[in-house]
Nanobody, 129 residues
């Protein structure tokens, strides 16, 4: 079982930046794609960004495209989410998760929440206006 721990959240003004990290431990497996999701109060958890096992393919929600960048360092078992030009509507708890479908070494990046597992505890991001 892999354990994922998110960090880097905090309070930032609109237009600011944050960099989230997701560190994996335990039975880590760099063959899988990884994803970032977020959940705002009263809303369903939604896809934010995903990255293939090699980092060669990325996928973003339309709402964050051009502002957020996902990356990974397999040597460090860590996935990152660089968030720029933050908006109040980006306020949410951010979670990382691993693709659990067994699509090893795939260039495909899923946006489906049901394809992910090993969820971390989340990190709060609050953007003030």
């Amino acid at each position: 079982q892999v354990q994922l721990v998110e960090s880097g959240g905090g309070l930032v003004q609109a237009g600011g930046s944050l960099r989230l990290s997701c560190a994996a431990s335990g039975r880590t497996d760099s063959r899988n794609g990884m994803g970032w999701f977020r959940q705002a109060p009263g809303k369903e958890r939604e896809f934010v960004a995903g990255i293939s096992w090699s980092g060669g393919t990325t996928n973003y929600a339309d709402s964050v495209k051009g502002r957020f960048t996902i990356s990974r360092d397999n040597a460090k078992n860590t996935v990152y989410l660089q968030m720029n030009s933050l908006k109040p509507e980006d306020t949410a708890v951010y979670y990382c998760a691993a693709d659990k479908t067994g699509r090893y070494y795939s260039r495909y990046v899923s946006r489906r929440i049901g394809d992910y597992g090993s969820w971390g505890q989340g990190t709060q991001v609050t953007v003030s206006s």
